[in-house]
């Protein structure tokens, strides 16, 4: 059976019309449940393992969801609203997770990511933990996020931030942050910003955190009459 789906696999790229395959792949990915319904219907009267298929593009997301079949376990994955992807040794976002359109909350801490690429289709997401991991940049698009975490990263820059104007907490811990970037200031609902053990040396446009309620800055090489300019510009917040 999979040597009959890679061959339909290949034939699909040397025609134009989709494939049988092609056409169940599309319907698996959409999430939709009456597409699902349909797939496996199709699957059925091509004489198409559908449950490989559905393998092949979830993976280990599969063992996080529901079901005592894979057709279940799909089902319930496609309405999941919270995923936890934790300590699963991923040096890419997993099959099929991009896919995954409903999730609001998605930990992703203690993996090998060097991208978070593709991520910005899960447009409902509003919290993400990427924690110790060795993400080096950003990904655009996540902008509905109010929550995220990426302490214990490789940060160098916050190219993008500036666009995540929901956000209300960020953590930034144990990376290599050097400066902030000015877009950050559009950050005006930022309740909570964790910046410790970087190499900041100042906080240029503080004063635009005026919804700020706690700032972590220890372990910074920042002078003490920057700490002292901060807290003037920040009275009603905690600084430690």
């Known amino acids: 059976m999979k040597h009959y789906i890679k061959q339909r696999f290949r034939e699909s790229l040397l025609n ?28 059925e009267g091509q004489g198409i393992n559908v449950d490989e298929l559905v393998k092949s593009i979830y993976g280990i997301l599969l063992t996080k969801s529901k079901g005592n079949t894979i057709k279940n376990k799909l089902l319930n994955l496609s309405n999941l609203k919270g995923l936890d992807l ?23 801490e203690y993996n090998k990511l060097t991208s978070l690429e593709g991520i910005e289709n899960l447009t409902n997401l509003i919290w993400l ?14 902008t509905n996020l109010k929550g995220l975490d990426l302490r214990n990263n490789k940060l160098t820059n916050l190219k993008g931030i500036e666009n995540l104007t929901n956000l ?15 877009g950050i200031t559009n950050l005006t609902n930022l309740k909570g910003l964790y910046l410790s053990n970087n190499k900041l040396t100042s906080l240029e446009g503080i004063e635009k955190f005026t919804n700020l309620e706690r700032l972590s800055l220890h372990n910074n090489p920042i002078s003490d009459e920057e700490i002292e300019r901060i807290k003037k510009l920040l009275p009603d917040t905690k600084i430690y």
């Open 129 to 142: 933990r990427s924690s110790n991991n060795r993400l080096t940049t950003l990904t655009k698009g996540i």
């Open 168 to 182: 209300k907490v960020l953590y930034l811990d144990n990376n290599k942050l050097t400066t902030l970037p000015k």
């Open 86 to 108: 934790s300590n699963n040794k991923l040096t890419t976002l997993t099959k099929g997770i991009t896919n995954l359109t409903n999730l609001k909350y998605l930990n992703l």
């Open 16 to 43: 134009e019309e989709p494939s049988d395959v092609d056409k169940i792949i599309n319907l698996l990915k959409s999430g939709d449940e009456s597409n699902i319904e349909l797939a496996y219907a199709l699957g």
